[in-house]
């Protein structure tokens, strides 16, 4: 079972009982949300600045989503994350780090590689060839469970990202 994580929308995130909401950095301050959500729930936050992960932690998230590694059709002028800069984040954040942005079988080793808790696909076949989105991301789930994903070894992915070792690094 993989819980909910609806992106941007608090109140849909609270209409349907998600298991949580994804914010950016254009919406809802993490400090509102956790508020607004309660404990229980999952609230993630995108950072691409350790100044932003820090803020993230000091307003209570449950991890950072940190990308995006290729151009997306979704935030084509973005700038791009490099692979030693996203393994920097990984060791400096006090709570995980989960590759977003264009996340492709292909990358998602070299992403765990760097020290990520996790990849996360928001559109699923929008940036691969599989033909439904659902498609997409059972195969990304299927690699990651049997180990067929290039230099990772088979895991079995948690409800929640596991805790990090705190202390900033």
């Known amino acids: 079972e993989i819980p909910l994580v609806i992106n941007d929308r608090v109140d849909i995130a609270i209409a349907v009982d998600a298991a949580g909401v994804h914010i950016g950095q254009g919406d809802l301050p993490a400090d509102v949300v956790r508020r607004i959500l309660g ?81 996360s696909e928001r559109h699923g076949g929008h940036y691969t060839r599989a033909t439904t989105p659902t498609t997409s991301i059972q195969g990304l789930n299927l690699s990651f469970r049997t180990g067929t994903v290039p230099g990772i070894r088979p895991v079995f992915l948690p409800d929640k990202p596991p805790p990090r070792p705190t202390g900033l690094h």
């Not at 993630?44 to 803020?55: C, I, R, T, Y």
């Not at 030693?84 to 765990?112: H, M, N, Q, R």
């Open 39 to 119: 404990k229980e729930k999952i609230v993630g936050v995108s950072a691409k600045k350790e100044e932003e992960v820090l803020q993230a932690i000091r307003d209570g998230a449950d991890y950072v989503g940190a990308g995006a590694f290729v151009s997306t059709g979704t935030k084509p002028n973005s700038s791009l994350m490099t692979f030693d800069y996203f393994e920097d984040l990984c060791s400096f954040s006090e709570i995980p780090v989960v590759g977003i942005g264009g996340v492709t079988e292909d990358l998602a080793a070299k992403i765990i590689n760097c020290g990520a808790a996790g990849v």
